[in-house]
T-cell receptor, first 113, second 108 residues
Framework: DVKVTQSSRYLVKRTGEKVFLECVQD?????MFWYRQDPGLGLRLIYF???????EKGDIPEGYSVSREKKERFSLILESASTNQTSMYLC????????????FGEGSRLTVL | EDKVVQSPLSLVVHEGDTVTLNCSYE??????LLWYKQEKKAPTFLFML????IEKKSGRLSSILDKKELFSILNITATQTGDSAVYLC????????FGAGTRLTVKP
């Protein structure tokens, strides 16, 4: 069965802390994505990656960075967390030629105090 | 700027009703339109539409795309309480752009 696993379901951090959100998929997918989901705004793309060590900015990359050292793992990094980064973060993956059929993880709810 | 707009934002119906959810888009480099269902956590894939006028169907759910008028609809017939969810529309460009979603509540 297809699986995308986000390591942290709930996090509470303080302003200025560095935050790592990890995502692992076991489907050998080429594409991986990080979205944030906020009420009324839907899912907004932060970064995506179509291959190891490759990354592309999405709509809202400011304040975030990503790392993809291995095909199965895509990490989202908040270098210095701010309160406006309080959100639900969703990781997703897909095959290269079926980009739109995303498989999502269960989400990481981050609260920045 | 690429836009995906869903309407209504929320909808409350009773079991047995039929609902129609709307998704319109203004994007460059359109490749496909997708519908997802999000109950509590992870959105799950429902349909992918690439061609105009061809209905995709899965049980009580169906969807169709109009590439000339730039919209899609998702129909749910004989709704059940288990259909209560947020329904997300997304358009595939070089990446994926999502609408804000429609929150459907089905009351017994």
């Amino acid at each position: 069965d297809v699986k995308v696993t986000q390591s942290s379901r709930y996090l509470v951090k303080r302003t200025g802390e560095k935050v790592f959100l990890e995502c692992v998929q076991d489907m050998d997918h080429e594409n991986m994505f990080w979205y944030r989901q906020d009420p009324g705004l839907g899912l907004r793309l932060i970064y995506f990656s179509y291959d190891v060590k490759m990354k592309e900015k999405g709509d809202i990359p400011e304040g975030y960075s990503v790392s993809r050292e291995k095909k199965e793992r895509f990490s989202l990094i908040l270098e210095s967390a701010s309160t406006n980064q309080t959100s639900m973060y969703l990781c997703a993956s897909s095959f290269y030629y079926r980009l739109g059929e995303l498989f999502f993880g269960e989400g990481s709810r981050l609260t920045v105090l | 700027e690429d836009k995906v707009v869903q309407s209504p934002l929320s909808l409350v119906v009773h079991e047995g009703d039929t609902v129609t959810l709307n998704c319109s888009y203004e994007v460059t480099n359109f490749r496909s339109l997708l519908w997802y269902k999000q109950e509590k956590k992870a959105p799950t894939f429902l349909f992918m539409l690439t061609s105009s006028g061809i209905e995709k169907k899965s049980g009580r759910l169906s969807s169709i795309l109009d590439k000339k008028e730039l919209f899609s609809i998702l129909n749910i017939t004989a709704t059940q309480t288990g259909d209560s969810a947020v329904y997300l529309c997304a358009v595939e460009l070089g990446d994926m752009r999502f609408g804000a979603g429609t929150r459907l509540t089905v009351k017994p």
